[in-house]
């Protein structure tokens, strides 16, 4: 039994590494979204 969990465990790790990974990627992207709109609004406000 501890071998079998060790294995599942040992399969199981990456995956929430990786799930983990891309929501951090994924928070990031809509943050840059965010600051990237925020911005050329602002610079198109600015010039006009």
Do not use: E, G
Not at 20 to 38: C, D, E, G, P, V
Request: charged share 10%; net charge positive; hydrophobic share 60%.
């Amino acid at each position: 039994m501890p071998s079998h969990l060790r294995m599942v465990s040992c399969k199981f790790i990456p995956f929430v590494q990786f799930f983990i990974y891309m929501k951090f990627l994924f928070l990031m992207y809509l943050k840059y979204i965010y600051y990237a709109s925020f911005w050329s609004n602002h610079l198109f406000v600015a010039l006009v």
